[in-house]
């Protein structure tokens, strides 16, 4: 198993916008089995906890994109699909464990990136430029 420290935790529902869940501190660890899982705990306030139930909603039981950055805030976020398995309360947090599969997404965040540009009107070596530079800066 490998373990890293969690920097940034980030809830994307499938018909909504995502949400930010501010952290007090969290792990991710890679399982290394044949399963490829993951495991992501992270420690909240009370506050940030209820955003998470409202993302949850009834659905503990679905699955449903986790974008975490891992190590340094400058890293690129790696995307999982994940479960709710269980929260802890505790004296002045809250201990959230999520269970995932990681996921390649850098296609799909590129296709949503270019239909953005698109949408916002860059054309031709424009579009490039606009789209190199997002890219690099992990904007948008």
Known sequence: MKTFKLVSLQLIPEDGEPENIEIVDGLIINKENEASTWLIEALM??????LVKEQLNGKED????????????????AFFEAFFENARVMEDYVSVLFIGKLRNRRREMAELLLDDLVDEGFTGAELKSAFRDSLRSGSR
């Open 45 to 50: 306030n009370d506050e940030q906890y209820e």
């Open 62 to 77: 679905s699955s449903f994109i986790v974008s975490c950055i891992i190590t340094k805030k400058d890293n690129t976020p």
